[in-house]
Every structure is written in structure tokens, then in C-alpha cells.
């Protein structure tokens, strides 16, 4: 019973090397706006976007898409995704469209929305994984119009995300390379359309970008991450004519769990180390018994 019992620890410890890795993510985004602010209210123009005249690019659309997915490596290969689809409303309206996307496999979830309420427009992505595998989710608009003279646009929102890993590690040894991680990530972008000498029009990259961003992992221990804040964005056109402007919000969590499938070296030498005193032990003791008898 002693070397039963002996045997059951070093297998104990041989499972205990594999066990499972985990990672989530989770973002939420609420009171997402759009607002125009007039700057000079002396010259009797009305803050507005337009559509269709003759301004480069001449854009009506915004593109919206939800995309999730998911792999698991251990101990069964699974995978859930149904692609990228786009949502195109014409013209571009200031709140998100309605949409969801879900995706769900042996070792976890990934779940995206989006809409709108009487708060304004909203996000949720949200994702978590068990075992060896990827997780993603992500959602974005790209809108573009003509803004009016004089006036200043005004991207506000709630962001909230937060992040967990168990720690696991495919390789201590070739941390942080084989470690699970998690991230979430949301921006706002702004930026105008502008004409060369050449005549030529270019997206000027001098727009305006905020964030909020929370990463753990690559470490090789358990971590939680959290952040939660409100984010304004403001993109103003001081000229007396209209510009073509270009302004998106983005979404994205992802993150990935790994563990070996088999002990690291220094513990598997350890363990069979352990297994093989036992053996002799046990050898010794049979020995003995026989010799009495």
C-alpha cells in the first residue's frame, strides 16, 4: 500500500504539472456620442455633417462589423468563428446599429454587441478561455462626412475593462515568449482630409486618439488587470469652409492560454526520480519478505 500510495504523489505531481491555463477579457463601452459644437454662432451657420456634395471623399456609408472567435488546442481541437460580416447603413448615422456575434467552442466563449440607448450608443465584448487555445473579439465603425464650418466634433464615452490570467506558462524557461496573456482595447479617432499642391487629397494622420488599454500576462504568474474611465475626443475645424473629416471608434480584446502538455525537463527529472527511489524501495521490501518467509 506504502508504494501504491507513492506512485498515486508522483503522478499527483505529474498532474499538477499539466494543469489547465486560463485568460479573460472584457470591455464595456456606454454613452458613446457624437456631438457637434458651434464655434462661432456670429455667422448664423448651423453645426451639421453632410453627404454628397462635392467634397473629397464624397462617403455616405458607415461600416460596422462584430467579429468573435476561438481555438482550442488541449486536449481536443475545437474552433468556433463565422467570419467578418459588415453592416452598412446609408448615411452614416451617429449611433451604432444593432448587432451581435457569438462564438462558443469546447474551452470557452467569445460574445460581441453592439446598439444604442437612450445614453447614447454601446459596446460590450467579452471572452474568456480554459485550457490551451485564442480567443478574440472585436467591433469598429469608420464613418466619414463633411463637417460644417466652424464647428467642432465631440466623440465622448464610458470605457470599463478588465482582464485575468492563470499564470500558466508552455516553457518557465522561455518565459515570457510562452506565457497566457490577456488585453482589451478601445479608441477614438478623428482626422481631416487635406489637398496637396498637386491636387491630390491625403488623410491628415494629425487627428486625435485616446485609449484605454489594459494587458497582464507574459509573466508566468496569476494577474488581474482593470481600468475604467471616460474619454472625450475633440476634432475642430476653425475655417471658414466645410472639410471632409473622417472620425471611427475600435474595439478589440484577444488573449491566449498555454501550458505544456508535458512537465518541464528539471521537473519530469525530478518526479521519475521520485517514481524510480520507490521502485527500489519497493523492490528492497519484497526482498526482505521473501528471505523471511
Given at each position: 500500500?506504502?508504494?501504491?500510495?507513492?506512485?498515486?504523489?508522483?503522478?499527483?505531481?505529474?498532474?499538477?504539472?499539466?494543469a489547465q491555463?486560463a485568460?479573460?477579457?472584457?470591455i464595456?463601452?456606454?454613452?458613446?456620442?457624437y456631438e457637434?459644437?458651434?464655434l462661432n454662432?456670429?455667422?448664423?451657420v448651423?453645426?451639421s455633417f453632410?453627404?454628397?456634395?462635392n467634397?473629397?471623399?464624397?462617403?455616405?456609408s458607415?461600416v460596422?462589423?462584430?467579429?468573435?472567435?476561438?481555438t482550442?488546442?488541449?486536449?481536443?481541437p475545437?474552433?468556433?468563428?463565422k467570419?467578418?460580416?459588415?453592416?452598412?447603413?446609408?448615411?452614416?448615422?451617429l449611433?451604432?446599429?444593432?448587432a451581435s456575434?457569438?462564438s462558443?467552442w469546447?474551452?470557452?466563449?467569445?460574445?460581441g454587441s453592439?446598439?444604442a440607448?437612450?445614453?447614447?450608443?454601446?459596446?460590450?465584448?467579452d471572452?474568456a478561455?480554459?485550457?490551451?487555445?485564442?480567443?478574440s473579439a472585436?467591433?469598429?465603425?469608420?464613418?466619414?462626412?463633411?463637417l460644417?464650418?466652424?464647428?467642432?466634433?465631440?466623440?465622448?464615452?464610458?470605457?470599463s475593462?478588465s482582464?485575468?490570467i492563470s499564470?500558466?506558462?508552455y516553457?518557465v524557461?522561455?518565459?515570457?515568449?510562452y506565457c497566457?496573456n490577456?488585453?482589451?482595447?478601445?479608441?477614438?479617432?478623428?482626422?481631416?482630409w487635406?489637398?496637396?499642391?498637386?491636387?491630390?487629397?491625403?488623410?491628415d494622420?494629425v487627428?486625435?486618439l485616446?485609449s484605454?488599454?489594459?494587458?497582464?500576462?507574459?509573466?508566468?504568474?496569476?494577474?488581474?488587470g482593470?481600468?475604467?474611465?471616460?474619454?472625450?475626443?475633440?476634432y475642430a475645424n476653425?475655417t471658414?469652409?466645410?472639410?471632409?473629416v473622417q472620425?471611427?471608434?475600435?474595439?478589440?480584446?484577444?488573449?491566449?492560454?498555454?501550458?505544456?502538455t508535458?512537465?518541464e525537463?528539471?521537473e519530469?527529472?525530478?518526479v521519475?526520480?521520485g517514481i524510480?527511489v520507490?521502485?527500489v524501495?519497493?523492490s528492497?521490501g519484497?526482498?526482505?519478505?521473501?528471505q523471511?518467509?
Open positions: 500500500m506504502r508504494i501504491s500510495s507513492a506512485v498515486m504523489t508522483a503522478c499527483a505531481m505529474l498532474a499538477g504539472v499539466n491555463a485568460s479573460q477579457a472584457q464595456s463601452v456606454s454613452g458613446l456620442k457637434l459644437v458651434d454662432a456670429a455667422d448664423g448651423a453645426p453632410s453627404y454628397g456634395d467634397y473629397v471623399p464624397n462617403y455616405y458607415n460596422t462589423n462584430v467579429q468573435t472567435w476561438g482550442q488546442n488541449y486536449p481536443v475545437d474552433y468556433a468563428g467570419g467578418v460580416y459588415n453592416l452598412i447603413q446609408l448615411p452614416a448615422p449611433n451604432l446599429p444593432s456575434d457569438e462558443v469546447l474551452g470557452g466563449h467569445a460574445k453592439i446598439g440607448d437612450s445614453q447614447g450608443s454601446f459596446i460590450s465584448l471572452a478561455l480554459i485550457g490551451v487555445g485564442t480567443y472585436t467591433t469598429g465603425s469608420d464613418m466619414s462626412a463633411i460644417s464650418p466652424f464647428t467642432e466634433l465631440v466623440m465622448t464615452a464610458h470605457v475593462s482582464v485575468g499564470g500558466a506558462c516553457s524557461a522561455l518565459a515570457p515568449y497566457d490577456a488585453g482589451a482595447n478601445f479608441y477614438f479617432e478623428a482626422a481631416s487635406k489637398q496637396q499642391e498637386n491636387g491630390v487629397y491625403y488623410l494622420i487627428g486625435a485616446s484605454n488599454v489594459v494587458t497582464v500576462g507574459q509573466i508566468g504568474v496569476p494577474l488581474t482593470a481600468r475604467n474611465e471616460d474619454l472625450v475626443v475633440r476653425w471658414d469652409k466645410p472639410i471632409a472620425f471611427r471608434e475600435y474595439a478589440q480584446l484577444g488573449g491566449e492560454s498555454q501550458i505544456a508535458v512537465p525537463p528539471a519530469l527529472t525530478l521519475l526520480s524510480a520507490v521502485g524501495m519497493g528492497r519484497r526482498k526482505r519478505k521473501s523471511k518467509a
